[in-house]
């Protein structure tokens, strides 16, 4: 850290009170505002008299300006427009009853917000005042405003020390977030600042906090990120980005102007100016402005001293996070590469002159980021430096998307053809079920029916927490990590956790060393003296997913290996699987599925490719078949039931199973849930998607997110359950009086199919073969289960067939109840209803009989007639698969 910074002289510009200062968006000129009826504008590399414009208000308290005219607001609540060409006044633009006490300018320069003492925040437009917003969901009065760097939010600092944000992409302004705890409770007129300071690249903001610290704040989550602490001695009184947003301007009470450099939140200067209350940087050089409360304007050239003055002219930079999801991104997306030494390392950013390059082109990436909530727009022009050298120096390149299947090339087909097959871009990114993003600090490593594990980053190591839902049968336990895992499983015998490789520097004048990865697996009960194990992986090869069973432990690895040890360490299995890269693994006793991308279907997109093979007998029941995805559509979560089928959650909210798995070639996915055609959903005035969890007890277990939430976040939510519901119709079945009584919406009755669904017999119909078609897919796994020798559940085969032949008079049940209800109908339904009989699995006869009875307790004597000669055709063995 260097303090010697040139003295710049004070220039009196205004008498002693509240002086601002900005310069235009050009940089050719700086506007000074204060307390006496004076404006001055200050030409950029001048250093003569300034021009002074006299005919304006007193006690003017907030400058904003654009290219061409600049916006001043004053404490008798007028608003004015001048010009800075002509330094003149052009006309007011806004009037409030109390004083304003600070205005800020989209970004496109087309609107103006303007805060006062009053309890409403107006947003005016600045070529036409009549175009006029008014934000009012805060209840107190606004002391700063300020516009997110694409004009889509407005942050509003409030005197009750907390920061609303709007959206503002509707023409009727929202509140979307309330940020408390951050900033202190101020006075309107009060030196100490409030104001939020977005960062340049628009994925967070920084705010000074009452400790004297400056607090990051992202913008998708809401969440601190990173802190600029231990500088301040006092309250800050200005706060400033670079324009790049490599460095971070603040001025305190203590009479300090820290100058931090962002990527290490580190105080990289420091100069003793006292009283400062405004900061403005420079658009593109090393130059500084400030104001202070005596009325003092310093324009101070090469402020930051020569040892740091290369961070100015550094394209954009990214905002502090404490986990960056786009470094995690890119980090997945690039595979390992090996040094000279032929360590695998990880490669650095592509330079110039490189075939990324020149495919890229000089275009910004402008895709779109929905799967983490990140604004593709955002992300234009910055880039991160994650090769551990410092800040990248050189171009601009375009950062990957979180969409899986994501495009994250521009310009003509052909080069986007290109793109895709040479760097993977179509590639499903792998995921590690039943995990979490960070979000802040934190991260759900595990989430299903035993518990929950989730790690918290301490800056250096981090905590982990296992905590179980039955705490009877199992102990919450909380370990310090200083591994740093990122993945973990969790079942009833044991937890297994794994760490990424990662390069530790070396201490001053040593080498750092190279970390591994590392499986690390805790049994919860063994009747031994040592309790757990930790095992290696090969040099810069990294966990991509994970599961763990009653068995066996899989691992698959950005090498192309899957991996599977036994409970307790002993390496059983190394293969390499055909279908690659990896996606994800399940389990389940001794099954293992693993999911990887395939070939390049028509569409340019890899067609996800599963695998299941019973690792202790080494039979293999499907080989890289096809996960039945839509096109556009993503595997979200990989699973085994509590009955042991597998299941995937997609993208469009689609639970699905897999049928007949046990035998080759014959599997087939099944839809189970639409979550989109749940009650709850039907009035489309509830927006909600669900985080899946388990399959147990014939529901799906899940967490139901609000607000656009992608993934679950603390405190702990609750989980839901739903019923299973094959998607048949466009909703799904109802109960007989589900739609009586009052309060039907006019929507709910458009469709002509609703008529049916008011009378109790075709909702009880509906009901009926729902629950057909659910029991007809239970009694199926249920006899793959039974018929199968290789699952180790033999001891139990008596009791599944005992309940394999309960589910099928529970079958036979259903379809006599809807035998009856077609009975009701009608003489007209007799085929469907005899059809019905056929499907009977009953051969005693018994089933028939009662069909016969059903049939003639309604009057319906030719239907009983040919359920007798079904019963009596079945009784004598004929086959009834003949025609009948």
Known sequence: MSSSVPKPRPRPAHTSGTTRCAYTTDGRRLVTVGSNNTIRVYKTGFDGEPANID??????????????????????????????????????????????????????RQWCAVASDELTVKIVGTQDNG??????DHGRPAKHVAFDPKGGMLAVSCTDGIIYIYSLTADVPELIHKVDGLVGSLDTDSDISAKVAWHPDGRAFAA?????????????????????????????????????????????????ILIWETKTQSVIQKADYGNVIDISWHPTDNLIS????????????????EQFASLVKLPKQPAPFIHDPLEEISTIRRPLQADRNGIPARPRRVSLGSLDSFLNGDDDDRDGHGALGLDGDDLDDFVVDDDGAGYTTGRKRPLGDTDPFDDGAYGDPAAKRRRHLLLNSRYHEPFQPGSTPWRGNRKYLCLNLIGFVWTVDQDGHNTVTVEFYDRERHRDFHFTDTFLYDKACLTEHGALFACPPRDEPGSEGSIGRHVPATLFYRPHETWTQRHDWRTELPKGEAVLAMSLSDSFITVTTTAGYVRVYSLFGLPYRVYRPKSSPMVTCA??????????????????????????????????????????????????????????????????????????????????????????????????????????????????????????????????????????????TSGPPKPPRAREGEGEDEHEREDPEDDEEDDPDAAETRKLEQDFLLRTLEAAQLR?????????????????????????????????????AECRAGEERGMRALEMVALMRDRSGRMAQAAVKVAERYGRTLLGEKIREIGERRAAGVDMDQDW
């Not at 006092?234 to 001025?251: C, D, E, F, R």
């Not at 529901?699 to 359950?721: A, N, Q, T, V, W």
Request: glycine share 6%; charged share 20%; proline share 6%.
């Open 55 to 108: 005919d304006c208000q007193e006690q003017n308290v907030a400058v904003a300006a654009a290219e061409d005219f600049f916006v001043v607001g004053s404490e008798d609540g007028t608003v004015s427009v001048y010009s800075t060409e002509l330094a003149t006044f052009e006309r007011f633009l806004l009037r409030t009853s109390l004083p304003v006490r600070d205005v800020a300018l989209s970004p496109d």
């Open 131 to 136: 175009q006029v917003r008014t934000l009012k």
């Open 208 to 256: 000074p906090s009452p400790i004297h610290n400056i607090q990051v704040v992202s913008k998708n989550d809401w969440e601190k990120q990173r802190v600029f602490a231990n500088g301040h001695l006092g309250h800050v009184t200005a706060l400033a980005w670079s324009p790049n947003g490599a460095m971070l301007a603040t001025a305190a009470k203590d009479g300090k």
């Open 290 to 305: 400030f104001t202070t409360s005596d009325g003092e304007v310093y324009i101070c050239p090469q402020f930051v001293n």
């Open 587 to 728: 389990s389940w006793k001794d099954y293992v599925m693993t999911v990887g991308n395939g070939p390049l279907g028509a569409d340019g997109k890899a067609r996800l490719l599963y695998s299941i093979q019973n690792v202790k007998t080494d039979v293999i029941c499907q080989n890289e078949d096809t996960v039945a995805l839509p096109e556009g559509v993503a595997l979200k979560s990989l699973f085994w039931s509590d009955r042991g089928d597998p299941c995937i959650y997609d993208t469009t909210g689609t639970l699905l199973t897999l049928l007949h798995w046990r035998q080759p070639s014959r599997a087939s996915w099944v839809p189970l849930l639409d979550t989109k055609l749940l009650p709850r959903l039907a009035s489309g005035r509830k927006s909600e998607s669900y985080y899946p969890i388990a399959v147990a007890d014939a529901k799906f277990h899940c967490i139901i997110l609000k607000g656009g939430d992608h993934y679950p976040y603390f405190p702990r939510p609750l989980l839901s359950e739903f019923d299973f519901s094959v998607p048949l």
């Open 784 to 820: 793959d289960a039974v018929e199968d020798d290789g699952d180790g559940a033999s001891g139990g085969r008596h009791s599944q067939r005992s309940a394999l032949a309960r589910l099928e008079l529970e079958l036979d049940k259903t379809l006599l109840q809807l035998l009856a």
